[in-house]
């Protein structure tokens, strides 16, 4: 009798817990946009027949359940600290290394060769076609590795950027590794954030310096300029850590002259830095003002250099540091451009021809780096 009444109290709290959260999910209006996590929530998908039997609706379902879950980050926390409390090192696709650093985990086995072999093939127009110089960045797991948990597995972005060099050639590829690799102790990436900071922006100007043959070393710790604390990027709000923030520098270098700067043709500014972003929990967005389909920026340098970049937001804290050597920067970011690329490109393309740079982090590439001919 006990255990009959034992297992009808628990099927009473599991089914009361289900009609309370169930009532709330129906209560609770969706949210569209995560600021903890600075991006788009999935929406509640358009339900028909079709949809349910020939189209991914149960998929697009459950990730709408699970981006508007009932307090999903308080959830995301609690699950957290039961992991901590587990000893886990590894929560939600993210290492928990060393010295407070958040390091996106990227496996071995996600990328097979036929996908690198793939997106490596698109860049053969740009490289042969337009001259381009190619600039892949690795993410900090390759670098910060004393930072990784102890026999933490990552996938080699070395072997990638190999591939990348002998199928372009070393007078289109641009080595940011190797320079990375020697200031592996310094502040070069964000402990809350998967991109590379300023200063390690400006060690791959070095690496862009030396393959241009402009002189390297133009901007130094010394030179930057403290904008923001507290900066707390994309992969603490995966593991909802209560943690120290970030620090967001940049080079005032950059700002000798005044600019003219237009996002998506319509809106202009005279800075290509948006403070607005600084209030906020997208810190990152202060570059570039976040992420934009098309970027013209004039610097009031008379030199007729131009430069296009085809980027991903790895970009947008490098390219500041461009300014001082060329007259127009256009700058493209294919995942909101619509449109052909190579007629967009020919349109901006003065008579003296341009420089093109193809920029973005190792997994960007291999995940998104695509665009129409």
């Given at each position: 009798m006990n255990e009959k009444r034992s297992a009808l109290f628990t099927i009473i709290v599991i089914a009361s817990v289900i009609v309370v959260f169930t009532a709330a999910d129906l209560i609770q209006k969706d949210r569209l946009f995560s600021e903890t996590e600075n991006r788009v929530l999935a929406a509640r998908p358009e339900f028909s027949l079709e949809a349910l039997l020939w189209e991914d609706y149960t998929e697009k379902y459950e990730a709408y359940l699970t981006d508007q879950f009932v307090s999903r980050d308080k959830w995301v926390a609690i699950k957290t600290y039961m992991d901590l409390a587990l000893q886990e090192k590894e929560i939600g696709g993210v290492?928990?290394?060393?010295?407070?650093y958040l390091i996106e985990r990227h496996l071995p086995g996600d990328y097979s060769a036929v996908q690198e072999s793939k997106k490596i093939a698109l860049l053969d127009k740009l490289v042969w076609e337009w001259d381009a110089g190619v600039m892949l960045v690795p993410t900090a797991d390759n670098i910060l590795t004393d930072k990784l948990p102890k026999f933490a597995p990552y996938y080699d972005e070395k072997q990638l950027l190999d591939q990348v060099e002998s199928h372009v050639g070393e007078e289109h590829f641009i080595d940011v590794y190797t320079v990375l690799q020697e200031h592996a102790q310094e502040e070069i990436y964000y402990r809350t954030d998967h991109h590379w900071t300023s200063l390690g922006a400006a060690y791959g100007?070095?690496?862009?310096?030396?393959?241009?043959?402009?002189?390297?070393?133009r901007y130094g710790a010394e030179d930057m300029e403290l904008v923001a604390e507290g900066f707390l990027g994309t992969l603490q709000a995966k593991v909802n850590l209560d943690m120290?923030?970030?620090?967001?520098?940049y080079f005032p270098e950059t700002l000798k002259r005044p600019l003219k700067v237009?996002?998506?043709?319509?809106?202009?500014?005279?800075?290509?830095?948006?403070?607005?972003?600084?209030?906020?929990?997208?810190?990152?967005?202060?570059?570039?003002?976040?992420?934009?389909?098309?970027?013209?920026?004039?610097?009031?340098?008379?030199?007729?250099?131009?430069?296009?970049v085809i980027k991903d937001s790895y970009a947008n804290c490098f390219?500041?540091?461009?300014?001082?050597?060329?007259?127009?920067?256009?700058v493209l970011d294919p995942r909101h451009f619509r449109g052909r690329l190579f007629e967009f490109m020919e349109k901006y393309e003065p008579e003296g021809g341009m420089d093109v740079?193809?920029?973005?982090?190792?997994?960007?590439?291999l995940e998104d780096f695509a665009y129409v001919e």
């Open positions: 290492y928990l290394g060393s010295d407070g100007y070095d690496a862009w310096a030396a393959y241009t043959g402009r002189r390297g070393g120290a923030g970030d620090s967001i520098h237009t996002y998506d043709l319509k809106v202009e500014k005279d800075t290509c830095y948006e403070a607005s972003h600084l209030d906020t929990k997208n810190k990152y967005g202060f570059f570039l003002d976040d992420n934009h389909a098309f970027v013209e920026i004039e610097t009031g340098y008379p030199n007729h250099h131009t430069l296009f390219i500041p540091l461009l300014i001082p050597h060329y007259e127009k920067i256009y740079l193809v920029l973005y982090n190792c997994i960007h590439f």
